[in-house]
């Protein structure tokens, strides 16, 4: 599950914006990283789709998509509220309706873990991480034991042959031997404030 904040510096709104969105994840218990991405050129905007400062996705979806023809620019985004009104802010109740599938999703998948809250992205950091997702596990004396790819198929989870973090865990837990303590992780690359 990803957050990724989009804003342009010269509309003022992404501030409260940002705001609302920390007030929500907490409402919520939702712990997972967000992206700052700081959309400073044209080139960018276009690159990114952004129609628009503050834009928020939640994995990679605009919680309230744009309308067909949206022009990608440096610019301050209009949101439409519930009642009809427009305003430069998503409401807390557009914000909120986007992270029910964050729930589902995990509900769906059996994840049994916290996310994790990174918003200064310290964390990552401090653990040399690149990609999302991209696994480090630690055994209970705090010794990494590895370091990578959950599976050895990102695309396709019906395919996995190699369940690398599984076989990580089953050799932590001291079931099975240890077959690889690395892997090269896949996924998008961690967009750095």
Known sequence: MNITFLYWEE?????????RVRQ????????VPVQMVKV???????????IGSPTILVNGKDIQPPPPGASFALTCRAYYLEDGRVSPLPSLELIRRSFPKMKERAKEKGFNFPYLFDESQAVA???????TPEVFLFDKQGQLRYHGAIDDNYDNPGA?????????????????????????????TIKWK
């Open 125 to 131: 950091q401090a653990y040399g991480a690149e990609r």
């Open 40 to 50: 400073e050129t044209w080139a960018q905007a276009e690159q990114l789709q952004f």
């Open 160 to 188: 996995v042959k190699d369940h690398y973090l599984r076989n990580a865990l089953d050799a932590a837990l001291g079931t099975k031997p240890l077959a690889l303590a690395t892997t090269q992780p896949q996924g998008c």
């Open 24 to 31: 929500v994840m907490a409402e919520e218990n939702v712990l």
């Open 11 to 19: 509309c003022m709104s992404h501030e409260e914006a940002q705001q």
